[in-house]
């Protein structure tokens, strides 16, 4: 077997002359949010661990009971989003906004059981994404088919003070509404999973197994972070220890009790495992492999391949344990794992975890973005899509906007809430919106003033008929050079016109009916 140039990869082996820090025999409280969707009030769980409702971190959807007996609490109620097709190319996403501590590295779970709720034989299919990010398509058919919730997980790292959580329809899928039963937001401590560039990825579960052991999954308190670890069983041999390790100085501080059970190749063989049991696209994966020796003050060695190259060779394992990882191995189609022995013991493996590398999304120009949370506050009945970021990914974009995608900068080109019920005020704010080439409020119930969009270069439309707009024409409106359609009419607008917008060259300019000008302008 010949060995492959692949990334990075690392050993941390933890003797126990290193450790000076007592192994916790209990885990430490979570940081983060455990949100029990469509619950009208939180609940404690059988382990202690409070869910909230997820009326705080989100205003859109409906909240709907599951009717079946005996289910977890956390999946007896579930939120529910309108699907609607648009007649754009676009599809709408709805979106938890989580605080969050900025530059924090976060476990992000989302759990789905779709109980029926909406009169389907099978769920519906949807995608989920976080900020700017497509994460993955939540499929949960062949789990619900066999009574099962579905579960997805992924670490993120917090680059603001909040960081949005979406679910959205697609067509390309199904044509019905998205829906998610739980959602876990886990702050991690800084060296679990330190070793990958989290300014330009995220990492997607793949599996986390804990290796000999029939069940049930390890989790909270366990794990301090409530990750899930699968029991895994094959044709190996299974063995179970009572020995403990003491993990603190492990990187990723798995739970001590994955180091319990292993697989364990027979006397002189060697030990081969397909792991992750499915077959996987070609790309670029984060591997962890745990390995300790079952027998006390015990030593044994073997060489690690994966689909036959070498990941670690000649590696010595002691019952202190230790983890052995690569942060960017290609994998493709199924995975094959074998350790061929170099010492009388036979090979052992204990735990293992396999993360898929996706790149981050581009995120909406940070200016664009608070000018349209400004906007929204000063509007009544906005779009209950408007959360998250405004333009990404693409083709997921707020209702009403669209976005460019420039060599360095995401911007709104165009705003458009025309005839869709909305009340309030223009806020300023709309002038910081600098790459607007269109705005149209038209058909509305909006009231108060135009402000001053004279920074607006690109802007060519300007459509606000038929609202219940007061005072005058702002004599800015003139100097936007790149101006040529103003629809006034239909408001209640006085005072004299601008003569600089009256006689705008290439102007299609329209104030009447309506309005009470002090000089009547000419003929629309």
């Known amino acids: ?85 648009s007649s754009a190319a676009r599809n709408r996403k709805f979106c938890y906004i989580i605080p969050v501590y900025r530059g924090g590295r976060y476990l992000v779970r989302t759990t789905y059981f779709y109980g029926g709720v909406n009169g389907l034989g099978a769920p519906p299919v949807f995608d989920q994404i976080v900020d700017g990010t497509f994460w993955t398509k939540v499929n949960t ?34 044509e019905s509404d998205p829906f998610i039963s739980a959602l876990e937001m886990i702050l991690l401590d800084n060296s679990v999973y330190n070793a990958t560039n989290f300014n330009e990825n995220a990492m997607g579960l793949i599996a986390r197994s804990k290796f000999g052991s029939p069940g049930p999954i390890e989790r909270y308190p366990d794990d301090r972070y409530d990750r899930y670890w699968q029991p895994f069983i094959d044709n190996s041999d299974a063995v179970s220890s009572t020995h403990n390790v003491t993990v603190t100085n492990f990187w990723n501080l798995p739970p001590a009790d994955v180091f319990s059970t292993a697989l364990v190749a027979a006397q002189d063989g060697a030990l081969v495992l397909q792991w992750p049991p499915l077959s996987l696209p070609n790309s670029s994966y984060y591997i ?12 044994r060695s073997f060489n690690v391949f994966i689909n036959d190259y070498i990941f670690y060779n000649r590696l010595s394992v002691t019952s202190s344990g230790l983890v052995v990882f690569a942060t960017q191995w290609i994998l493709s189609g199924e995975t094959r794992i074998t350790l061929t022995p170099e010492s009388v013991l036979p090979p052992l493996i204990n735990a293992g975890e396999v993360f898929g ?56 080109v165009t705003l458009n ?77 006085g005072g004299q016109v601008p003569t600089n917008v009256l006689t705008k060259p290439g102007l299609d300019l329209k104030l009447t009916p309506g309005n009470n000008f002090s000089s009547s302008p000419p003929a629309s």
Not at 158 to 163: R, W
Not at 378 to 387: E, G, V
Not at 394 to 411: D, F, H, L
């Open 288 to 299: 962890a492999l745990y390995f300790g020796d079952t027998l006390p003050d015990s030593f």
């Open 357 to 412: 590398l996706f790149p981050l999304g581009r995120v909406t120009h940070t200016r664009d973005v608070i000018s349209l949370e400004k906007i929204k506050e000063s509007i009544n009945n906005p779009p209950d899509d408007w959360y998250g970021d405004p333009c990404m990914p693409q083709g997921y974009s707020w209702t009403g906007i669209s976005c460019s995608e420039g060599a360095s900068r995401v911007r709104v």
């Open 417 to 493: 809430l025309s005839s869709m019920g909305v009340s309030g005020s223009l806020s300023p704010h709309i002038a910081n919106l600098t790459a607007l080439t269109a705005i149209s409020f038209a058909d509305n119930n909006i009231s108060g003033t135009i402000p001053d969009l004279s920074k607006l270069n690109w802007l060519e439309r300007l459509h606000l008929q038929d609202n219940h707009l007061t005072g005058t024409i702002p004599q800015s409106l003139g100097n936007v050079k790149k101006l040529r359609e103003l629809y006034l009419q239909n408001n209640d607008l």
């Open 1 to 85: 077997m010949d060995s492959d140039p692949f990334s990075l990869l690392f050993l941390l082996s933890l003797l126990s002359s290193f450790f000076f820090i007592s192994a916790l025999s209990q885990a430490p409280k979570l940081s983060g949010f455990l949100i029990d969707c469509g619950s009208v009030s939180s609940l404690v769980d059988a382990r202690g661990l409070t869910w909230s409702s997820d009326a705080r971190f989100i205003s859109s959807g409906v909240p709907l009971n599951v009717s079946i007996p005996g289910l977890e609490p956390t999946l007896s109620t579930l939120r529910s989003f309108p699907y609607r097709p």
């Open 141 to 174: 058919t062949a789990d619900y088919a066999a009574g099962m919730s579905s579960y997805y997980e992924a670490v993120f790292l917090a680059k603001g003070k909040t960081m949005s959580v979406c679910v959205a329809g697609n067509a390309a899928y199904t």
